[in-house]
T-cell receptor
Framework: DGGITQSPKYLFRKEGQNVTLSCEQN?????MYWYRQDPGQGLRLIYY???????QKGDIAEGYSVSREKKESFPLTVTSAQKNPTAFYLC??????????????FGNGTRLTVT | KQEVTQIPAALSVPEGENLVLNCSFTDSAIYNLQWFRQDPGKGLTSLLL?????REQTSGRLNASLDKSSGRSTLYIAASQPGDSATYLCALNDMRFGAGTRLTVKP
């Protein structure tokens, strides 16, 4: 079955450590996205990529980095520069990006806790 | 900057009731609007996508409408069931989300 896989489901790290969240899709979608969700809040866009080897900053990119070396993979690194990294992270993809009429498909998320 | 607002933040209704969830946005220059459902601790499931040229979309007991001129979309749920309990979010094509409405349907 086609879909988006995020791993791991739960992740624990010590403050000051970088951590990488995995996102893989087998939907053959061009565009991929990373969102952050905090309790009681909507999703905020961290980074997005419309095509391989290209990505753009979203609203809250500071302290995060991404790569898009393969169409199916869009890993997110939470660096030690991110001041408040504990959150629920969601990866999404769409057949085409941004203004195109393509619905978003989501993975099941990774809950990151930094202590 | 586009602002997306969902009111109410939480809603509790008895089973069988029809209900309406609201989504407001400030910039009418949108291409599409999508409604999602999120269960606790899970990702988002797409419910309906309305293109800017459409006024509504229907799927089963769900009906979503879009009024670009007034900056509003509504999600109508008919004959609500306890299984409909979840958080419902709307999103615009520029990937901006509302904070969601947490719906509880009581048996």
């Amino acid at each position: 079955d086609g879909g988006i896989t995020q791993s791991p489901k739960y992740l624990f790290r010590k403050e000051g450590q970088n951590v990488t969240l995995s996102c893989e899709q087998n939907l053959n979608h061009d565009a991929m996205y990373w969102y952050r969700q905090d309790p009681g809040q909507g999703l905020r866009l961290i980074y997005y990529s419309q095509i391989v080897n290209d990505f753009q900053k979203g609203d809250i990119a500071e302290g995060y980095s991404v790569s898009r070396e393969k169409k199916e993979s869009f890993p997110l690194t939470v660096t030690s520069a991110q001041k408040n990294p504990t959150a629920f992270y969601l990866c999404a993809s769409s057949l085409q990006g941004l203004a195109y009429l393509s619905p978003l498909h989501f993975g099941n998320g990774t809950r990151l806790t930094v202590t | 900057k586009q602002e997306v607002t969902q009111i109410p933040a939480a809603l509790s209704v008895p089973e069988g009731e029809n209900l309406v969830l609201n989504c407001s946005f400030t910039d009418s220059a949108i291409y599409n609007l999508q409604w999602f459902r999120q269960d606790p601790g899970k990702g988002l499931t797409s419910l309906l996508l309305i293109q800017s040229s459409q006024r509504e979309q229907t799927s089963g007991r769900l009906n979503a409408s879009l009024d670009k001129s007034s900056g509003r979309s509504t999600l109508y749920i008919a004959a609500s069931q306890p299984g409909d309990s979840a958080t419902y979010l709307c999103a615009l094509n520029d990937m901006r989300f509302g904070a969601g409405t947490r719906l509880t349907v009581k048996p």
